[in-house]
């Protein structure tokens, strides 16, 4: 069943750009040149609710779906606001503010399409101001409108940004197509669990299912947009098909090989980034220890340390592997002798810190913690562009206080550290860099002291000389503070980024 979407009260502006009387300021338009919200939105008059009844009236006769979508989000409220027609109307119909106005719309036109035995779908803004009568919601900015529409006795269809959003990328290799900013993997679309747990068994009822969405402002051919939908959309459906206790992702993409098969059989065009390669190198138990995984377990893993290209003569990973020395670890996945998914490439930099006992005053915030495990004493720098790769440690409006436990009296040269900036996403350099050290873990004492830091480019990288030999040392990089006025981010913490704090 094809059920048509007929966005309104806003995304019109190509209707109001044809017929400037549906708008809210009569001024002619043009038709939206790129993708986005616009403020231009249907003004809710006599002369639009004709229009739209028209259009319905066309759209019944093609369609035959029970459901009509009249879409209801993303209207900005701004010319209502300023429009003295929309002030008026709202007195008159006792409306208090312009979300019980988008509810007037749409309750209207809900009127009108249950007259011809229809029924509406909107998104989750059209809980804002009241919900019409008989509709059913569909919850995209997360769970938490689709939870209030089934409290409310309204029917459900889930399709949250965070699981259902298939014009998201799908993997972080620099090869894949331009897709919308956002990363949903095929495990996190397996994660979804449509039938929130703070629903009663009553509720619960009302969820009908969920849905996944590929919007198309980057997806330029049919080819493009199988590749976004294969096969994140078969573990969409295995969620909504299956008991959540029969739910399980290692079966899932044993399952899902052969099926891959099918579907290029029948020429669809499917990512296939279940053989991509995972690596992370982490301390553990004072050694350096890497742990490679993919998602798919039926291709066998080889991997070299010596800076060799991997092949199937390589050792064959089975277990995580010790690292010793320098060098660079690689990994491709092999399936009957030939390689299959995108293998990775990790250089590797000892120094005396790594995999030391590292204490941090604050934690790193958890979006930017190297993995849930600190990653500043591991051996492996962060991208040079990109501050997200896993690799750079986040402080939020904090500063970095690290104190490195080295074990044993080492003797040291130098201390290495590299900060990102980027301050039009609100990361600064700090405002100043502290080394000290300590015999006793207790007493510290400044070794040297590093004031005002800048760059040209997006890495900060300084070599401190901290020649001593100590047991203890700790560093510290002082946030830089309040973002200033006319910056973006004015007002709030600026974060503050490290990647690896090399000891030599
Ligand atoms: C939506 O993605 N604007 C429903």
């Not at 994660?191 to 919007?215: C, D, F, H, M, R």
């Not at 690799?391 to 040291?412: K, R």
């Amino acid at each position: 069943t094809v059920i048509p979407e007929i966005e309104m009260p806003g995304h019109a502006q190509a209707a109001i750009a044809a017929y400037p009387e549906l708008g809210c300021t009569g001024k002619p338009l043009e038709v939206m040149q790129t993708w986005g919200v616009s403020e231009n939105v249907y003004c809710p008059n006599e002369k639009t609710f004709t229009f739209l009844e028209a259009v319905l009236t066309e759209v019944m006769a093609l369609f035959p779906s029970e459901y009509i979508h009249i879409g209801g989000d993303e209207c900005p409220k701004k010319q209502w606001e300023e429009s003295a027609f929309c002030q008026q109307l709202m007195k008159k119909e006792g409306l208090k503010d312009e979300h019980e106005l988008q509810s007037y719309f749409i309750r209207r036109i809900e009127g009108f399409l249950n007259k011809n035995e229809r029924q509406i779908i909107g998104w989750d803004e059209i809980l804002e101001g009241g919900l019409a009568p008989n509709a059913t919601v569909m919850s995209w900015r997360g769970m938490k409108g689709g939870i209030e529409a089934a409290k409310a006795k309204h029917d459900v269809i889930m399709t949250p940004t965070s699981h259902c959003y298939f014009d998201y990328y799908q993997s972080k290799s620099p090869n894949e197509p331009l897709a919308i900013g956002g990363f949903l993997p095929l495990e996190k679309v397996y994660s979804l669990e449509p039938v929130p747990e703070e629903l009663t068994s009553e509720e619960a009822k009302y969820i009908l299912g969920a849905q996944g969405n590929i919007w198309t402002e980057y997806i330029t051919t049919p080819e493009y947009m199988q590749y976004m939908a294969f096969p994140r959309l078969c573990a969409l459906s295995e969620v909504v098909w299956s008991p959540k206790r029969e739910r399980d992702f290692e079966d899932f993409t044993t399952r899902l090989l052969p099926h891959i098969e099918r579907l290029e059989a029948m020429g669809v065009k499917v990512a296939k980034h279940f053989h991509d390669l995972k690596g992370s190198v982490q301390p553990k138990e004072g050694k350096l220890e890497a742990n490679i995984d993919a998602l798919a377990k039926d291709a066998v893993i080889h991997y070299t340390l010596d800076g060799s290209k991997p092949t199937t003569t390589s050792p064959t990973y089975d277990a995580p592997v010790e690292i010793k020395e320098n060098g660079t670890l690689q990994a491709q996945a092999f399936q009957n002798g030939k390689a299959v998914g995108e293998g990775f490439s990790i250089p590797v930099k000892m120094h005396e810190g790594v995999a030391r006992k590292l204490t941090l005053k604050t934690p790193a915030s958890k979006k930017y913690d190297g993995g849930g495990r600190t990653s500043l004493v591991n051996g492996i720098l962060g991208s040079n562009d990109n501050f997200n790769d896993g690799n750079w440690n986040g402080f939020e409006g904090e500063s970095l206080e690290a104190t490195i436990a080295l074990d044993t009296m080492v003797a040291v040269q130098h201390l290495t550290l590299r900060f990102f900036k980027s301050e039009g996403q609100w990361i600064y350099l700090p405002k100043s860099v502290e080394v000290l050290s300590s015999l006793d873990g207790e007493n510290f004492k400044t070794i040297t002291t590093i004031a005002a830091i800048d760059t040209e480019g997006k890495i900060a990288a300084m070599q401190l000389p901290i020649e001593t030999t100590t047991r203890f040392l700790k560093v510290k990089a002082a946030n830089h503070g309040i973002i200033a006025d006319g910056k973006a981010g004015a007002g709030n913490g600026a974060w503050l980024f490290v990647d690896e704090i090399q000891i030599n």
